[in-house]
């Protein structure tokens, strides 16, 4: 797979799209044109609102559906989906998908934590491990405390905090913290998990730095190398079948160059120094 390559976009049609999201288009808007975007769950708050809006303004209708990046890749591999662009957690799901994509970037990161909503029954505990008077650890085996997470089965931020809390905890504290690593009692679908921690069905939850800052969330990141900071990524495929293609690329200027990019930054997350081609 290859970096994208904008300077390779011939059609007229193409650069006026391009040119308008990237700049923001000064008072003129494109015909309305339509980009599918199957994304990470993590990026919903992002997605469905500033993102949407923007591109919106722009004369682009923002075709959008959030989920874990291991079950949207099996949506895109089982021919279920088949979307302009994929944005997905950890490269190698991307790599998945062979040759269905034209061309990958892996342009942003995050870190691995502990986030609660700001009027959770437990907001005073969690806010003194914020403050550094109360051990995470300790916070967390609280009685009665309702942990949320995802599947790790079906979306990498699940199999990232088993990874993360075995590195910080050890194996079996591990077990004791999470349990089974399908645990019933705490596993949410990825596009309910915030929806839980707001409605307090679960008391905190482990996110994404990105979430917690969207969602106007307090975060603690896992202790050091859990925080898995140097690990997760994000990836921006564009496919090689895009049913708009031109949109597609467009997008993908928008996202990685373009006003889209300080939209995420401020959303939380952090670009690389230059965005590199997935393997």
Avoid at 31 to 43: D, F, R, T, W
Avoid at 169 to 193: H, K, M, T, V
Wanted: proline share 6%; glycine share 12%.
């Amino acid at each position: 797979m290859h970096q994208l390559g904008f300077p390779r976009l011939s059609a007229l049609a193409t650069g006026l799209a391009v040119a308008i999201l990237v700049s923001g288009g000064g008072g003129v808007q494109a015909s309305a044109q339509i980009v599918s975007v199957l994304y990470a769950g993590s990026l919903v708050t992002p997605m469905e609102g500033p993102i949407k809006s923007a591109l919106g303004e722009r004369g682009i209708d923002f075709q959008g559906e959030s989920g874990g990046s291991k079950e949207l890749t099996n949506l895109i591999l089982g021919g279920v989906r088949s979307p302009d662009v994929f944005i997905g957690v950890n490269p190698e799901l991307i790599a998945e998908l062979g040759d269905r994509v034209a061309s990958a970037t892996t342009f942003a990161g995050t870190s691995l934590g502990v986030a609660w909503a700001p009027d959770s029954k437990h907001a005073a505990l969690f806010d003194a491990v914020a403050a550094g008077t109360t051990p995470l650890r300790h916070a967390l085996e609280t009685p009665g405390l309702r942990i949320g997470r995802t599947d790790p089965q079906l979306d990498p931020k699940g199999a990232y905090t088993v990874q993360g809390v075995t590195i910080w905890l050890g194996r079996d504290g591990e077990r004791q913290l999470l349990g089974d690593d399908e645990n019933p009692s705490q596993i949410f679908p990825e596009e309910d998990l915030l929806a839980r921690v707001d409605t307090g069905q679960a008391d905190v939850g482990f996110f994404y730095r990105t979430e917690a800052i969207a969602r106007h969330y307090r975060f603690v990141p896992l202790p050091g190398d859990a925080a898995l900071t140097n690990r997760i990524t994000y990836t921006l495929a564009i496919m090689k079948a895009a049913p708009h293609p031109d949109a597609a690329r467009a997008f993908g200027a928008f996202i990685l160059t373009g006003a889209g990019r300080a939209i995420l930054e401020k959303a939380g997350l952090t670009y690389l120094s230059s965005g590199h081609p997935s393997e």
